[in-house]
């Protein structure tokens, strides 16, 4: 993984929690992709396409591909969005990931989720080669990010350490409480955190006492896709805190933490909409060339 | 995973802690082991070998991986020893991890850790098959795992679930304190716990407060090959302490829990030795079998 070059200043909220803007760095990042790309392409080493996967009509996940299209074409880099059926047989669904495996035009394939239910996640990543993987959620991928040997890492928590080490925040020996253990943030998160030192604790909806957690938590990571889940009244005085929700409440996008009380007992707290989110696409971004890369033998 | 079907009486300590015996359970398991062989070897169905690749001259590797063939051997499944010398280049190592992965007569490999030093360890795995990766140590074996799909666990932390379910304990919603973050004991220990609901800290060397993590915990499981790092002033009355740690002091074998002490504390208690140990070899032998069954297209 290439590391991130940028660093933004810091903006104090007027309640006193220094805001982790995720817009601001993102700006700084996408002048830096943007230069990269072009680099390559002068070089006339031009990285193979991202192959976005979509199975069904569902409207969010049409809109999510046709938008991260977009952001990839205004990068220079080439996305293709292929379509299959609601009721795609898993054969057919596979063989559309073998031959964009072993397409040497596409550097990387996102399989957009969420599948039909009759499509089982692992049957689906059983088909592709490890180093398309730029989401970072085949075994293999996985299982070197637990060893320690990451190549692939979802790009969600990605953004929410990019965003730490840009604000300054060292997390040796530090508690961190990270709700949420999904394959796509809590999990990859707390192997992430582990790898930097950080005690770790992985809270979940059949935790008790997931305030006597938070509490003693130097960092909350909030991951559960539940409204507001965390309150000023649950935090450490100083804590830092992450929000991954992105929840849709009357038209709005709000996070899985209350964003008006815990900025007053925070430290440093990341904004939804606006802090977590603005990077992820860049995360993608950068596993796609360094998918390029591999597929080169250059690493 | 077969289940365990063995359950052993408690035998209740004079000093109150219920002592989980892996001595006592292991009798059990390896009658109902030498019944499975001899079934599957009377309908000609014979498991293929367990192949040992011991590389270099270490004399505890060489007395390990001889007992080890003795004791398959004991259960009527064949394990092979296949020695390379000290200074094998990478080359050899994975030239012959790659003919035992194509070798139809081998089911699993072992690799006898740890390795000569020029040699790393995710090149020497990166040769093998992931099916007859019976150690659970391949990233896609780690990654099934990490995603709530596994396929091959390490023996050690296996050897401690078992020992948990014959007694009884159930974990959804405990608090579980892990010592320790290798890769064959603590981190998948974390994924195992977490699988079963529990509320899971990973602590390790760069963790402050341990003992205030510790003394909070339900569940404590010792793997950090410290001797005598958990005590009985540092536990919390009632909890359950499972003790993963192999130390050689004085010629005796201790673990990383001050037994004396904590066994007045807590209310369930592996001995060392005598605990986990004497499991893990009959846990190594259920992943042999699983590995030809999944060779053969079973399961």
Known sequence: MKSVKSVIPRDVSDAGAVLMSGREFARGLRAELRADVAALQREHRSPGALLILLVGERQDSILYAQNLVRWFTSIGLECRLQTLPED???????????????????????????????????????????????????????GLLASGMPRFVPSTPLAGMALLDANGVALEGKHVAILGRSNVVGKPLAQLMLARNATVTLLHSRSRDITGFVRSADVVAAAAGVTELVTGAMIKPGAIVLDFGI?????????????ETVRQVASMITPVPGGIGPLTNLMLARNLLTAADLQRGVS
Chains 1, 2 share one sequence.
């Open 88 to 142: 795609a047989p898993i054969q057919a669904v596979q063989a559309t990931i073998v031959g964009a495996s072993h397409d040497p035009a596409v550097a990387g394939i996102l399989v957009q989720m969420p599948l039909p239910t009759h499509l089982i996640y692992h049957d689906v990543f059983a088909a592709m080669l490890p180093v398309k993987d730029v989401e970072g959620l085949h075994p293999e991928n996985i």
């Open 247 to 259: 929840n849709v409440v009357d038209d709005a996008i709000v996070g899985d933490v209350q964003f």
